[in-house]
C-alpha cells in the first residue's frame, strides 16, 4: 500500500507563502506523474501542479507564476512552493501520485488565506 503524507498547510494572509510537502513511502523515481490537487469549499478538486519524469512540470493558469511544483527523489518528497497568496487560493490540498494505471491520493491538508 503506497502512502503519501501531505504536510505544510496553515493559516495565512494574502501575500504570505507557503510551502506544501508530500512524503511517500516508496521511491518518487517510480511515479510517472505526481501532481497537487486542491479543492475549495463548494467547489470540485483541481489540477494545480504537475510533475513528470523529466521533470518537467505544468500549472493551472490561476497559479503560473506564483507556485512552483518540485520534487527531491533523495527523501522521497513532493513539494509545492507557494508565494504571494490570495484569497482564492484557499482550499485543502491534496498529493497524487501515479504508477502506471495506479492512483495514489494524500489525505489532504488545509490552506487558508485570510486577513
Known amino acids: 500500500q503506497v502512502q503519501l503524507v501531505e504536510s505544510g498547510g496553515g493559516l495565512v494572509q494574502p501575500g504570505d507563502s507557503l510551502r506544501l510537502s508530500c512524503t511517500a513511502s516508496?521511491?518518487?523515481?517510480?511515479?510517472?506523474?505526481m501532481a497537487w490537487y486542491r479543492q475549495a469549499p463548494g467547489k470540485e478538486r483541481e489540477l494545480v501542479a504537475t510533475i513528470r519524469t523529466g521533470h518537467i512540470t505544468d500549472y493551472v493558469d490561476t497559479v503560473k507564476g506564483r507556485f512552483t511544483i518540485s520534487k527531491d527523489n533523495a527523501v522521497r518528497t513532493l513539494y509545492l512552493q507557494m508565494d504571494n497568496l490570495n484569497t482564492e487560493d484557499t482550499g485543502a490540498y491534496y498529493c497524487?501520485?501515479?504508477?502506471?494505471?495506479?492512483?495514489?491520493w494524500g489525505q489532504g491538508t488545509q490552506v487558508t488565506v485570510s486577513s
Open positions: 497524487h501520485g501515479r504508477i502506471g494505471a495506479n492512483e495514489f
Open positions: 516508496i521511491s518518487t523515481l517510480m511515479m510517472q506523474t
